[in-house]
């Protein structure tokens, strides 16, 4: 998906990385494993990080590998998802000192049977995360969680100690909503630090973004924010 390309020639990737040096960061890394070394042809400059257990594993499983990244303020943003700039300026900015987590709330204006579990859904209650993964569609949900997550200082160092000191013992265990702690989601961790008591706020971002499902929904997007620019002038 990251190399999935646009009428223009920029692929998924390159979005990305538009997106962060935009708002001047620089220090930046890919977790992966499928078609990895193709994306390193591609980006040679990109520091990367490899999940040899990709095919029997998702996306904590590729954070546990990329464990020793997270100093500092640190922003996870899914490989298969694009946004403009002002998405990640706003993430930053909403509150450095804490977790904040990009939300669309226009979910809720699509069509979807009541009750349907969906994956990527929150509830949000006065800007604080109260849900987050896997959760029936009803009037309670605030929006959907896009993929990308700003952390601070003291929520990485958790994330740290977390690793070093459970993460190995809970291998092939149920952990949150994963029947599998190596099959676990970015929701499934935050659901984790919010029963540790961290406060989790959610962004809601707008319509700046999309999930690139195929290889129509990055020129989908592009010829959207492009109309939105002209509408603007």
């Known amino acids: 998906t990251s190399l999935i390309e646009d009428q223009y020639g920029e692929s998924v990737l390159k979005w990305i990385l538009n997106a962060f040096k935009s708002n001047n960061i620089e220090k930046i890394s890919f977790v992966g494993g499928y078609e990895i070394e193709k994306i390193g042809k591609k980006f040679p400059d990109l520091e990367f990080i490899y999940n040899a257990n990709w095919k029997n594993s998702s996306v904590l499983e590729s954070l546990y590998h990329a464990r020793k990244l997270l100093k500092g303020p640190v922003i996870l943003s899914y490989g298969d998802i ?135 929904s990055l020129p989908k997007f592009v010829m959207g924010t492009k109309s939105e620019t002209l509408e603007r002038l």
Not at 115 to 130: A, T
Not at 154 to 167: A, L, P, V
Not at 188 to 209: C, F, P, T
């Open 82 to 216: 694009v946004y403009t700039s002002d998405v990640v300026e706003k993430i930053i900015n909403y509150n450095p000192d804490g977790i904040s987590v990009a939300y669309d709330s226009k979910f809720k204006a699509k069509p979807f049977n009541h009750g349907e579990i969906k994956k990527n859904l929150v509830k949000v209650n006065e800007n604080l995360i109260q849900e987050i993964g896997f959760l029936p569609v009803d009037s309670n949900i605030s929006g959907e969680f896009i993929g990308m997550i700003y952390f601070d200082s003291t929520s990485t160092n958790h994330i740290i100690n977390f690793f070093k000191n459970h993460y190995l013992g809970l291998r092939g265990k149920p952990f949150k909503q994963a029947k599998e702690i190596e099959y676990a989601f970015l929701t499934d961790l935050l659901m984790y630090l919010k029963s540790e008591g961290l406060a989790i706020h959610g962004v809601d971002i707008g319509k700046n973004w999309a999930e690139i499902n195929d290889r129509q």
